[in-house]
């Protein structure tokens, strides 16, 4: 009998983590449970996880993990316009993406004449239709390579895909800084839109004369499906295992409550855990451990029972102040914090860890 043995390369559609995206399929909102939020206009402000968007125009936008989905997928985020900025100036600009950690895109060597092309495939749905665009660009904001895609037929979910080659140019980050931004544009002005297909030596959001999702009132965009592979040829989606998705999630962002709570509204304590003398007569500690190595220091918000941000329940009842954290959140490890209150023989605790990009 002869075993054939067929060792798949890079960027063919049968290796697993291939897609460098993390919740692409947007199964995950560890942050707002599927809650709108507005979105942020100065910062790029998560939405589901590991997602992020960005509206820095006169309009006003909303994004939301929703069921709204095509077949094969549960779950897509939606991004609603709900004031209209229908004249952007040159310097504003609207998108949703991801940042990339370094250590995950390292391998196609781009910045280097050994850079790998790249497809990135996505469905998406729209109520208004025409040209659309994004953009792939590096961390010093000097290389980017705007792209752009038809929406054929309003509110009717379609698949697209974009090659791109390598670039050979600039500095892309392979450790834990971000690697590549991919991002959608919403409506992008001209200072940060350029000609599609081709890479710049500058910033750019989006593809010249792209349609602005910001420019109407209720206009709406959904995306899901998300994947970026190495290769010339978008292959199916990469689907893994639930709480494979969940452990590179919160790499960057993990929580005490239960994945379907929003952080600060539950009344239930998130964990108990002995007292472990520390330094003073007063001041106990004890200690948390995350359930995954984090990107880098993270930062920890800590709630009371009640939801109070700063503090925790004494024996379950009561509040009493977190003093101070030992142990800097970092790695596998997780972080030691001191307790005022003194004398009782549990501590019950509900917190966030931040390590995001």
């Known amino acids: 009998m002869t075993l054939a043995v067929n060792i798949a390369q890079s960027g063919s559609s049968n290796v697993t983590f291939r897609n460098r995206i993390i919740n692409g399929a947007m199964v995950l909102d560890q942050r707002n449970a599927g809650a709108a939020v507005t979105v942020d206009t100065t910062n790029f402000g998560y939405t589901a996880d590991r997602w992020g968007a960005i509206e820095s125009t006169d309009g006003v936008m909303t994004a939301q993990q929703v069921t709204t989905a095509p077949t094969g997928f549960n779950y897509s985020l939606k991004l609603t316009t709900t004031t209209a900025d229908s004249s952007l100036g040159a310097t504003q600009f609207a998108y949703v993406g991801q ?189 948390i451990k995350f359930g995954t190595t984090k990107r880098t220091t993270a930062s920890m918000t800590f709630y009371s029972g009640t939801g109070v941000a700063g503090n925790f329940s004494n024996d379950f009842a009561g509040t009493g102040n977190v003093a101070s954290v030992l142990n800097s959140a970092t790695g596998d490890a997780g972080t030691v914090v001191y307790n005022n209150a003194g004398s009782s023989n549990f501590v019950g605790v509900q917190w966030v860890a931040t390590a995001e990009l």
């Open 99 to 287: 940042r990339i950690e370094g250590y995950n895109v390292a391998d196609l060597g781009w910045g280097t004449a050994n850079a790998k092309t790249v497809t990135v495939s996505f469905w998406v749905r729209s109520s208004l239709t025409g040209t659309f665009g994004g953009s792939i660009y590096n961390d010093g904001s000097n290389r980017s390579y705007p792209f752009s895609y038809t929406i054929s037929v309003a509110d009717t979910w379609e698949q697209k895909s974009v090659t791109i080659a390598g670039d050979t140019s600039g500095t892309w980050l392979t450790t834990n800084g971000v690697g590549l931004i991919l991002v959608f544009g919403l409506g992008v002005g001209s200072t940060y839109s350029n000609t599609a297909g081709a890479w710049i030596g500058s910033l750019a959001f989006s593809a010249t004369g792209a349609t602005s999702v910001v420019g109407t009132i209720n206009a709406t965009f959904y995306i899901t499906g998300v994947q970026l592979e190495a290769g010339t040829t978008a292959s199916p989606f990469e689907y893994r295992q639930y709480g494979t998705e969940l452990a590179l999630c919160q790499r960057y962002y993990e929580k005490s409550y239960l994945t379907s709570v929003v952080p600060g509204t539950s009344t239930n304590v998130g964990m108990t855990s002995s007292y472990v003398p520390a330094t003073g007569s007063t001041q106990l500690g004890f200690y």
